[in-house]
Protein backbone atom coordinates (compact mmCIF):
# COMPACT_ATOMS: atom_id res chain seq x y z
CA UNK A 1 0.00 0.00 0.00
CA UNK A 2 1.02 3.84 -0.61
CA UNK A 3 1.45 6.08 2.33
CA UNK A 4 -0.24 8.79 0.75
CA UNK A 5 -3.60 6.28 0.47
CA UNK A 6 -3.59 5.54 4.52
CA UNK A 7 -6.62 5.59 6.38
CA UNK A 8 -6.16 5.38 9.65
CA UNK A 9 -8.55 3.36 11.15
CA UNK A 10 -6.80 1.75 14.18
CA UNK A 11 -7.36 4.51 16.77
CA UNK A 12 -4.18 4.52 17.36
CA UNK A 13 -4.24 8.30 17.08
CA UNK A 14 -7.05 11.10 17.59
CA UNK A 15 -6.11 12.49 13.95
CA UNK A 16 -6.28 11.84 10.29
CA UNK A 17 -3.61 10.85 8.26
CA UNK A 18 -3.37 13.96 6.29
CA UNK A 19 -3.13 16.07 9.92
CA UNK A 20 -0.96 13.92 11.34
CA UNK A 21 1.04 14.25 8.07
CA UNK A 22 0.77 18.22 8.54
CA UNK A 23 1.90 18.02 12.46
CA UNK A 24 4.89 16.86 11.00
CA UNK A 25 5.24 18.78 7.80
CA UNK A 26 5.12 21.63 10.33
CA UNK A 27 7.52 20.68 12.73
CA UNK A 28 10.49 19.50 10.59
CA UNK A 29 12.43 20.64 7.19
CA UNK A 30 10.91 20.13 4.39
CA UNK A 31 14.57 17.40 3.86
CA UNK A 32 13.55 16.13 7.21
CA UNK A 33 9.87 15.56 6.70
CA UNK A 34 10.70 13.73 3.22
CA UNK A 35 12.79 11.48 5.16
CA UNK A 36 10.46 11.13 7.55
CA UNK A 37 7.88 9.85 4.82
CA UNK A 38 10.32 7.54 3.26
CA UNK A 39 10.04 6.37 6.54
CA UNK A 40 7.04 6.16 6.88
CA UNK A 41 6.48 3.77 3.76
CA UNK A 42 9.77 1.74 3.81
CA UNK A 43 7.87 0.76 7.43
CA UNK A 44 4.43 -0.02 5.53
CA UNK A 45 6.63 -2.39 2.78
CA UNK A 46 8.22 -4.23 5.79
CA UNK A 47 5.09 -4.42 7.80
CA UNK A 48 3.59 -6.09 5.16
CA UNK A 49 6.27 -8.58 4.33
CA UNK A 50 6.53 -9.66 8.15
CA UNK A 51 3.18 -9.68 9.48
CA UNK A 52 2.91 -6.47 11.88
CA UNK A 53 0.17 -4.11 11.80
CA UNK A 54 0.78 -1.33 8.94
CA UNK A 55 -1.16 1.03 10.22
CA UNK A 56 0.86 0.78 13.41
CA UNK A 57 4.33 0.69 11.48
CA UNK A 58 3.17 3.65 9.14
CA UNK A 59 2.47 6.02 12.59
CA UNK A 60 6.36 5.08 14.08
CA UNK A 61 7.39 5.44 10.57
CA UNK A 62 6.25 8.84 10.25
CA UNK A 63 6.52 10.55 13.46
CA UNK A 64 9.94 8.80 14.70
CA UNK A 65 12.18 12.22 13.96
CA UNK A 66 8.88 14.22 15.34
CA UNK A 67 11.56 15.52 17.92
CA UNK A 68 14.53 15.73 16.22
CA UNK A 69 14.37 19.95 15.78
CA UNK A 70 13.96 20.33 19.22
CA UNK A 71 16.02 22.94 21.13
CA UNK A 72 18.26 21.21 23.26
CA UNK A 73 16.44 22.88 26.24
CA UNK A 74 13.63 21.35 25.52
CA UNK A 75 15.13 17.66 25.95
CA UNK A 76 17.41 18.99 29.02
CA UNK A 77 13.94 20.00 30.46
CA UNK A 78 12.16 17.18 29.98
CA UNK A 79 15.12 15.06 31.73
CA UNK A 80 13.96 16.88 34.55
CA UNK A 81 10.92 17.04 34.59
CA UNK A 82 10.42 13.59 34.28
CA UNK A 83 13.58 12.87 35.93
CA UNK A 84 15.17 10.49 33.67
CA UNK A 85 18.59 9.29 33.80
CA UNK A 86 20.91 12.01 34.74
CA UNK A 87 23.33 10.05 32.61
CA UNK A 88 21.14 11.35 29.34
CA UNK A 89 22.81 15.20 30.01
CA UNK A 90 26.15 14.15 29.10
CA UNK A 91 24.64 13.26 25.38
CA UNK A 92 22.64 15.19 22.57
CA UNK A 93 20.47 15.54 19.96
CA UNK A 94 21.35 12.43 18.25
CA UNK A 95 20.42 10.58 21.89
CA UNK A 96 17.59 12.59 23.02
CA UNK A 97 15.87 12.82 19.99
CA UNK A 98 14.50 9.01 20.35
CA UNK A 99 15.01 8.39 24.08
CA UNK A 100 13.40 11.77 25.48
CA UNK A 101 11.50 12.53 21.56
CA UNK A 102 8.98 9.74 22.60
CA UNK A 103 7.43 12.00 25.04
CA UNK A 104 6.74 15.01 22.93
CA UNK A 105 5.50 12.59 20.50
CA UNK A 106 3.23 10.94 23.53
CA UNK A 107 2.34 14.51 24.60
CA UNK A 108 1.69 16.88 21.31
CA UNK A 109 0.84 13.93 19.00
CA UNK A 110 -1.23 12.05 21.55
CA UNK A 111 -0.35 8.96 20.62
CA UNK A 112 -0.47 6.46 23.53
CA UNK A 113 0.11 3.06 22.24
CA UNK A 114 3.21 1.91 23.72
CA UNK A 115 3.98 0.03 20.56
CA UNK A 116 4.08 3.03 18.63
CA UNK A 117 5.93 4.86 21.64
CA UNK A 118 8.77 2.35 22.33
CA UNK A 119 9.45 2.26 18.09
CA UNK A 120 10.14 6.04 18.48
CA UNK A 121 11.98 5.92 21.77
CA UNK A 122 14.27 2.90 20.68
CA UNK A 123 14.67 3.94 17.32
CA UNK A 124 18.57 5.36 17.26
CA UNK A 125 20.14 3.19 20.12
CA UNK A 126 17.84 -0.03 19.75
CA UNK A 127 16.91 -1.96 22.84
CA UNK A 128 18.14 -5.60 23.89
CA UNK A 129 14.04 -6.55 23.13
CA UNK A 130 12.99 -5.36 20.37
CA UNK A 131 9.22 -6.37 18.91
CA UNK A 132 8.86 -6.82 15.45
CA UNK A 133 7.16 -3.02 15.11
CA UNK A 134 10.17 -1.67 17.15
CA UNK A 135 12.54 -3.40 14.41
CA UNK A 136 10.72 -2.08 11.58
CA UNK A 137 11.12 1.29 12.56
CA UNK A 138 14.35 0.72 13.66
CA UNK A 139 15.53 -0.58 10.43
CA UNK A 140 12.77 1.88 8.20
CA UNK A 141 15.10 4.87 9.04
CA UNK A 142 18.37 2.95 8.32
CA UNK A 143 17.54 1.73 5.16
CA UNK A 144 14.74 4.10 3.39
CA UNK A 145 15.54 4.78 -0.06
CA UNK A 146 16.81 8.25 0.47
CA UNK A 147 19.76 6.53 2.92
CA UNK A 148 23.08 6.18 0.73
CA UNK A 149 25.90 4.99 2.73
CA UNK A 150 28.39 2.22 2.07
CA UNK A 151 26.95 -0.75 3.01
CA UNK A 152 23.04 0.50 2.66
CA UNK A 153 22.80 -2.41 0.03
CA UNK A 154 24.19 -5.03 2.16
CA UNK A 155 21.21 -4.01 4.69
CA UNK A 156 18.46 -3.29 2.83
CA UNK A 157 18.93 -6.96 1.00
CA UNK A 158 19.73 -8.38 4.40
CA UNK A 159 16.51 -6.78 5.90
CA UNK A 160 14.32 -7.77 3.22
CA UNK A 161 15.63 -11.28 3.84
CA UNK A 162 15.31 -11.38 7.50
CA UNK A 163 14.19 -8.12 9.63
CA UNK A 164 16.39 -9.82 12.59
CA UNK A 165 19.55 -10.18 10.71
CA UNK A 166 18.98 -6.17 9.74
CA UNK A 167 18.73 -5.45 13.13
CA UNK A 168 22.02 -7.15 13.88
CA UNK A 169 23.93 -5.64 10.77
CA UNK A 170 22.98 -2.18 11.80
CA UNK A 171 23.42 -2.76 15.34
CA UNK A 172 26.92 -4.04 14.47
CA UNK A 173 27.23 -1.05 11.62
CA UNK A 174 26.54 1.44 14.51
CA UNK A 175 28.67 0.39 16.95
CA UNK A 176 31.84 0.24 14.93
CA UNK A 177 31.19 3.40 13.57
CA UNK A 178 30.99 5.25 16.91
CA UNK A 179 34.24 3.52 17.83
CA UNK A 180 36.18 4.16 14.63
CA UNK A 181 35.05 7.34 14.98
CA UNK A 182 36.04 7.65 18.41
CA UNK A 183 32.56 8.80 19.61
CA UNK A 184 30.56 8.38 22.84
CA UNK A 185 28.56 5.06 22.94
CA UNK A 186 25.27 5.84 24.91
CA UNK A 187 24.63 2.56 27.30
CA UNK A 188 22.08 1.62 25.66
CA UNK A 189 23.67 0.83 22.78
CA UNK A 190 25.71 -1.52 23.68
CA UNK A 191 23.12 -3.36 25.38
CA UNK A 192 21.71 -3.82 22.16
CA UNK A 193 24.47 -5.00 20.36
CA UNK A 194 24.94 -7.51 23.07
CA UNK A 195 21.48 -8.52 22.87
CA UNK A 196 21.42 -8.94 18.46
CA UNK A 197 25.02 -9.45 17.99
CA UNK A 198 26.76 -12.47 19.20
CA UNK A 199 23.40 -14.02 18.72
CA UNK A 200 23.04 -13.60 15.49
CA UNK A 201 23.98 -15.37 11.87
CA UNK A 202 25.58 -12.13 10.40
CA UNK A 203 29.20 -12.16 9.11
FE1 LIG B 1 16.12 9.72 14.27
FE1 LIG C 1 15.20 9.23 11.01
Not at 61 to 86: C, M, N, S, T
Request: glycine share 6%; proline share 4%.
Amino acid sequence: MKNDQLIYQGHFVPYTHDELVGKLRAALSDHRFQHCLRVEQTAMDLAEQNGVDVEKAAIGGLVHDYAKQRPDDDFIQAIKDYQLDPELLNYGNAIWHGVVGWLFVKNELQITDIDILNAVRYHTVGHQYMTPLEQIVYMADYIEPGRDFPGVDEARKMTKNNLQDGVAYQTKQTLGYLVAHNKPVFPQTIMTYNSWVPSSGID
